[in-house]
């Protein structure tokens, strides 16, 4: 649990830092991709971080740190001239995120009583 939390933690840095530098280094589509990479892997982060010690919370919070590394990776990637290959890892990433947030729900529903 404690590797999960670290990771979570030096994602949101590296959310922050990507976040940053497209607002002040990058312009045009890089600069987009950075925004829109840094804000869903920030807002994981944080979920992941708030998630780390329940039972389906901790798995939850891998789905979110492992999809938020694939899809904020690959477009801050694209941003700083990946080629355009490194596209078709983003959606799996997405698809780890929509995974943890069903995960999330399992453990709702099961812990209704």
């Known amino acids: ?36 990479g840094s804000h869903y892997q920030l807002i994981h982060a944080l979920a992941a971080l708030a998630l780390f010690q329940r039972p389906l919370g901790a798995f939850a919070g891998w789905c979110f740190v492992a999809g938020g590394a694939l899809f904020a990776g690959s477009l801050y990637a694209l941003a700083l001239g ?15 995120l929509i995974m943890g947030w069903f995960a999330l729900a399992i453990g709702a529903w099961r812990a209704r009583a």
């Open 1 to 36: 649990m404690r590797a999960l939390a670290i990771l979570a933690a030096l994602s949101g840095a590296l959310a922050v830092a990507a976040g940053a530098f497209g607002a002040h280094g990058a312009s045009g589509m890089a600069a987009e991709l950075l925004k829109t």
């Open 82 to 96: 990946a080629p355009h290959i490194f596209g078709i890892v983003t959606p799996f990433g997405g698809m780890g």
